[in-house]
């Protein structure tokens, strides 16, 4: 809109100076003027009035760890408004439809998708080592997402000797901590996906999300437990421990990223919204 006003702003000062040149009574030679005049009329108004910068076309990443076996976990920001969103995708490196939702994401948030009122803290693949893998664990053979200090805590084989143990679990933690969330999203695959997990206070987040996911793809559900143990996880941790909502988004371990994303993105959007409005 303030670019529309803009053109029309230019475009009446052009007029003005065509109208002022064509009803002057000083002669031919000041027509000869009038382009040059008339150019610059637009770059002065456009600058003075336009507050909206230009879309950015690629994220810029920083690096915020590095894997046991040497590659970097990174991690960018989109948007500025008050409500902080931290989502992340890849704990789980043999979870590919979530590892590959990441650029898309991406894309939709270069492209405008992010809500005014949130800062987005996007975290690209928190197990690198697993995702070249293809494996749920480490590439010290450790689930990230068993590895977080909560009181349940279970020491040893796949979590690892103790909470943080694991360069990348290490790397989340410090910049989650960073950041300073209000609402913390973690893509995931499962065989009976799709649904929406949460923790902590999330409940109306997961709901907007199954919500909106729902109206594209019935399949979408919120489960508010899962049926078997998850002692360390990054749910428990940052949801019970802190009091951070976490929703957990399930995505179906048979459906590829594409076939998810008409659906996932408008569950996104609506959790986001709610958000910014939170
Ligand atoms: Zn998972």
Not at 26 to 50: E, H, K, N
Not at 144 to 149: H, V
Not at 202 to 214: D, Q, T, V
Request: glycine residues 10%.
């Amino acid at each position: 809109m303030r670019w529309a006003l803009s053109v029309m702003a230019v475009a009446i000062a052009g007029l003005a100076v065509a109208v002022a040149i064509m009803v002057g009574d000083d002669g031919p030679p000041a027509a000869a003027t009038a382009p040059t005049t008339i150019a610059s009329v637009p770059s002065t108004t456009l600058q003075a009035s336009t507050t909206i910068p230009p879309a950015a076309t690629e994220a810029v990443y920083t690096v915020v760890g590095v894997s046991g076996l040497g590659r970097d976990i990174l991690a960018t920001t989109f948007g500025d408004g008050p409500t902080r969103v931290y989502v992340m995708v890849g704990i789980h490196g043999d979870e590919r439809a979530a590892v590959d939702t990441g650029p898309l994401l991406v894309e939709h948030w270069l492209q405008g998708g992010v809500p005014e009122g949130v800062t987005i803290r996007y975290l690209a693949n928190a197990n690198p080592d697993g995702v070249v893998a293809a494996t749920r664990v480490n590439g010290a053979g450790v689930d990230l997402n068993r590895s977080f200090p909560t009181d349940d805590f279970e020491p040893g084989g796949e979590h690892g000797e103790y909470p943080l143990s694991e360069p990348e679990s290490a790397a989340l933690f410090a910049d989650i901590a960073a950041f300073a969330p209000d609402l913390i999203v973690t893509l995931h695959c499962e065989w009976n996906g799709p649904f929406a997990n949460y923790d902590g206070p999330a409940e109306r987040y997961a709901e907007a999300f199954a919500a909106a996911a729902g109206v594209i793809d019935s399949e979408w559900r919120v489960e508010p437990e899962v049926p078997y143990p998850t002692p360390g996880s990054l749910g428990t941790y940052y949801g019970k421990t802190l009091g951070i909502g976490v929703v957990t988004v399930e995505m179906s371990r048979l459906r590829t990223a594409a076939e998810h994303w008409p659906a996932l993105r408008a569950g996104i959007d609506a959790l986001l919204v709610l958000a910014a409005g939170a």
